[in-house]
């Protein structure tokens, strides 16, 4: 006869299996630091401070990619840090599945870098610049740990991207700096607190 307190063992195995889908799904998505996020806004306000000081304000596009070329260098290295404490690893299964998700967005926004240059049409390449890398972090959500941040933050991009095509020139290294600076630390800031909240 079973007794009040017997918990069936059908439920028993659900909640198993809850438990181990969980965890297979916290191990195979990717961890994203606030830190990374943070060193990367770093990059993105010094870059904007350079391009628009008058006698750096020819270079700005050199200026602009420099620091996009340090600022992945520095969120990949973050990025797998966290997810490998004991050593980088850059071939584990969310590293590919993040990276299938964002380089497609960051070669089209390349290709059409270049399509613009030679129509000589820069006012159209910080717009294009941040829709581009917007929809590209939008992409990449999926595989992370902050889906919901980094879809928000891609958005944001893609907000700013529309504006910057359509304002005058003069804006143009404002919107780069609000999102590849201030942006990228702001979220930085969100994610580290959040961070810390949950290991309190």
């Known amino acids: 006869m079973q007794s009040a307190n017997t918990v069936p063992i059908d439920s028993h195995a659900a909640a198993t299996l809850q438990y181990i889908r969980s965890s297979m799904e916290a191990a195979a998505s990717l961890a994203v630091p606030g830190s990374a996020g943070i060193a990367m806004g770093t990059v993105g306000m010094i870059a904007a401070a350079l391009a628009s000081a008058p006698f750096l304000h020819p270079y700005w596009i050199g ?3 420099v620091a996009a070329v340090l600022a992945a260098g520095i969120g990949a290295t973050l990025m797998a ?16 599945k993040f990276a299938l998700c964002l380089l497609p967005g960051l ?7 270049a399509v613009h240059w030679s ?12 829709l581009l890398y917007g929809c590209a972090l939008v992409a990449a959500s999926a595989p992370t740990n902050r889906t919901l941040a980094i879809g928000v933050l891609g958005g944001l991009f893609a907000t700013l991207g529309l504006l910057a095509l359509v ?32 290991q309190a």
């Open 63 to 65: 200026i602009w990619l």
């Open 167 to 198: 304002l005058p020139d003069s804006l143009q290294m404002l919107l780069l700096g609000a999102g590849f600076g201030g942006m990228h630390m702001v979220f930085g800031l969100l994610i580290g607190r959040t961070d810390r909240g949950r």
């Open 81 to 96: 840090r966290e997810s490998c404490p004991g050593g980088l690893a850059l071939s584990g299964a969310p590293i590919r």
């Open 119 to 130: 129509d000589g049409d820069l006012h159209a390449i910080p717009g294009t610049w941040l």
């Open 107 to 113: 070669f089209a926004g390349a290709v059409m870098t």
